[in-house]
């Protein structure tokens, strides 16, 4: 399921309820705002069920902050297993294992605890909201590795196919729910 194709009537409701904003965060981006899915209740469930299908065999599903919490925790929910928030750097009690990587601007921290969860052997799959460049994805892989996991898909809501994030988490299994 390694594929960039849209999930049926989960694609089709992405694509009318996202709000387009142009020139945000900074001139010429046309930011793609997926808040008014998220507050539809048929949006949010065909999100939840189409997010939920890819992370069928997980015993564990990991949210990067701070869309993808909403995601992980409906999913889980939706398949009867436990969620984890993959927090930026400084938001977790020590002790933490972190995660830098670059940004166009810079760098960032990603973060999870280190006492507390149990990952080594856990079935993982990792969701979020959007996939751009894929910096942010393949931290979290990696981090998720580091801690003994086996993550065994990643799924996104909205793919923004020009910006090559697929290829920064290949080979993993990747799904994305709307492609533009």
Do not use: C, W
Not at 163 to 177: E, K, W, Y
């Amino acid at each position: 399921m390694n594929r960039a194709e849209p999930a049926g009537d989960a694609a089709e409701i992405i694509a009318s309820l996202t709000r387009e904003v142009a020139d945000f965060p900074v001139p010429g981006i046309a930011f793609k705002d997926l808040t008014p899915v998220f507050a539809d209740a048929a949006g949010l469930a065909a999100v939840t069920d189409a997010l939920a299908a890819v992370a069928d065999g997980a015993d564990l599903v990991a949210g990067i902050d701070a869309r993808g919490f909403l995601l992980a925790g409906a999913v889980a929910d939706r398949l009867g297993v436990g969620a984890l928030a993959v927090r930026k750097g400084g938001k977790l009690p020590p002790p933490v294992l972190t995660e830098t990587y670059q940004l166009e601007y810079g760098h960032a921290v990603l973060e999870i605890p280190a006492d507390g969860i149990e990952l080594a052997g856990r079935r993982v799959v990792i969701v979020d909201d959007v996939l751009a460049t894929g910096g942010t994805l393949a931290a979290t892989l990696r981090l998720l590795r580091r801690a003994g996991a086996e993550v065994i898909a990643a799924a996104v809501v909205l793919e923004l196919a020009g910006l090559g994030g697929r290829a920064a988490v290949a080979p993993l299994q990747l799904r994305s729910l709307r492609v533009v």
